[in-house]
């Protein structure tokens, strides 16, 4: 299982606590893999954008209007937070309902 993230997100760091032996990967600093972000966005589309993040504010609407998928690989703080990769399976977020597919 993979977490796709940020170190300093707090909701990152509240999932990596709860499950065991997760690999962390930081899209910052590491960037996310061009495979799983187009599954990413093949399975979860425009709401893999994090359109009430400071970074999406500070972007200006010829910006805002570029592909998901470039603007991901360009500014990877724009992703909702955090991304869990398990196998063929994908979650996003830090929900209840997550928490629940991952029996934690």
Known sequence: MILYGLKNCDTCRAARKA????EFVDVRE???????????????????????STTWRGLDEAERARPERDLLVVHPTL??????????????????????????
């Open 19 to 22: 499950l065991k032996d997760i």
């Open 79 to 104: 992703m909702k937070r955090p991304l869990i990769a398990d196998g063929d399976e994908m979650h996003l977020g830090w929900g209840k309902d997550v928490q629940a597919a991952l029996d934690v």
């Open 30 to 52: 590491d960037g996310m893999p061009a495979d799983v972000l187009d599954a990413a966005l093949a399975r979860f589309g425009k709401a893999l954008l994090n359109t009430r």
